[in-house]
């Protein structure tokens, strides 16, 4: 009896060791799978933020490639502003086209204004001269010199004199902001100035010496020298125009300040107001395109890529120019305009490229 007690004891102590050994065999199991999973985890959790990171680098360049094209779309506009200006000044006056553009600019501004729920003339209460003088500069003497220079023909003179503006920006920065200029500047100015004479004078010499000029390649400078002297204004006056808000003000001053030359224009013609389908189309072009998409898209291409990248496809403006004027016009290009505009073009890359410190030039125009 005590034998088989014996024997049954034994028998359990076995069992229980057989059941210890699996326990602990399969703790161990246990262990290795919970090691496994939880280096499984680890390694997803490595890839996830691979993963982020990655998509972070491709938002950050599917943005900039996105900032590079809403400047090639902006210099596009730019040039087409050329093309449908020219066909608007057929039958309207260059201020009344310059009207149109700003109240259209205003109208398509104006939903962003309402948005921010704010007053926008407030920011300007105490400085009302100054902003009546930048209005009267940036977005009435600009493009009312660039609408009359478009009355005549010869687009590919105009588009060469837009890329001025850059140097016209240092030179006002020079004489408003006391800013020195390095020698290797002065040389980019004699050089522009000379490309600039090529163009003025259409590269005969006769011209030069009867000093019979390109009256409107002479208008195209006068309207870029009011940008930069705009720039340069902004810049000396720590006036800071936000997109919505401050451009509003400024066109809605520069409305008040057209009407009445409009309203007398068109008071003295027979038929007011009464333009072809075209026209409307070019007006509705300018307004919409410069004056309010162009502006947008300029801001925000500079912010990703920064002002001095986004001022060089200003130098894509007299390209696409020649391009719209040798296809959709019919214009022949010159000798004197290929000369013209390298000279132009290295000029003013040499005045504003070739220096350490940065100038009032490194804002793209407006």
Known sequence: MAASRAATAASQNHSEGLLWAAFRVSRSKQCKFLKVVFTQWLHRLKL?????????????????????GALLLAMLISAGN?????????????????????????????????????????????SWLRTT??????????????????????????????????????????????????????????????????????????????????????????????????????????????PDEGLFVIFVVGIVVLLPFVVIHEAGTFRPLDYSWQVWGSILFVGVGMGAIYLHLLNFGTNEVGASTASLFAYLVPILVTVEAVALKGVDLQIYQGFG??????????????HHRPTAADHPPH
């Open 82 to 126: 050329f093309l449908f200006g020219n066909l608007a000044v057929n039958e309207v006056h260059p201020v009344v086209l310059t009207f149109w553009r700003c109240l259209i600019a205003a109208i398509f501004v104006l939903p962003l204004v309402l948005k921010g729920r704010s007053n926008p003339f407030q920011h300007f209460q105490g």
């Open 341 to 354: 505009g390298v000279l132009i073009v290295s000029g003013v890359l040499i005045a504003t490229r070739l």
């Open 133 to 242: 003088i930048l209005a009267c500069i940036g977005v009435v003497a600009t493009p009312w010199f660039v609408y009359t220079a478009l009355q005549s023909n010869d687009l590919i003179d105009l588009g060469a004199g837009y890329t001025s503006v850059p140097l016209l920006t240092i030179l006002f920065s020079a004489l408003l902001l006391n800013e020195r200029l390095r020698a290797v500047q002065y040389l980019g100015v004699a050089i522009a100035l000379f490309g600039a004479l090529v163009f003025a004078f259409r590269g005969d010499l006769e011209n030069l010496i009867n000093f019979n000029p390109h009256l409107a390649f002479l208008l195209m400078i006068a309207s870029n020298a009011c940008r930069g002297l705009y720039l340069v204004l902004l810049k000396k006056w720590h006036i800071h125009l936000k």
């Open 48 to 68: 996830c933020f691979k993963s982020r990171s990655c998509s972070d680098v491709t938002m950050k360049m599917n943005k900039t490639a996105l900032a590079y």
